[in-house]
C-alpha cells in the first residue's frame, strides 16, 4: 500500500488543482463556452510529436506543467485582466485533469514513459 502512496498523492493533487481551478472559474461567472473552446487547447502541443520524439516533449511537457498558467494567472489577477485569468484557470483545469487520470510530464524516450507512471 504505502509503495503506491505516492501515485495515489499525485492524482489527488490533480482532482485538487482541476476541483480549484473550476471553482474559482465559475465562481467568478466566466461562463460555459470558453471553458468548452480551451479545455482540450493544450493537447494541442501533441502536434510538436510530428516533428520527433525531442520536439514533441517539449511542446508537450511546456503547455502541461503548471508553471506557466500559474504565471499567466497571477498577472491575470495583478494587472486585472480576465481573459488572462480565464484562460490560465481553464489551462490549470485541464493540467488538474490529466494529472488525476494519470498522464503526466512526458519523458523522449516514448511518449507514454510520463513522470507519473507508464500510461
Known sequence: MLDRLPHLL??????????AAVVLYFHKDFGWIL?????????LS???????PNVGTIAYNSL??????????????????????KVALIWLAHIGADRLL?????YPTAFRDTHLSRV
Not at 471553458?35 to 493537447?43: E, H, N, S
Open 10 to 19: 499525485l492524482r489527488l493533487e490533480g482532482l485538487a488543482v482541476l476541483a
Open 35 to 43: 471553458f468548452i473552446a480551451l479545455i482540450l487547447a493544450p493537447d
Open 46 to 52: 501533441f502536434i510538436g510529436y510530428a516533428f520527433g
Open 64 to 85: 502541461h506543467t503548471e508553471i506557466l498558467p500559474v504565471a499567466l494567472g497571477t498577472l491575470g489577477v495583478v494587472a486585472d485582466s480576465t481573459a488572462a485569468t
Open 102 to 106: 494519470g498522464y503526466g510530464l512526458k
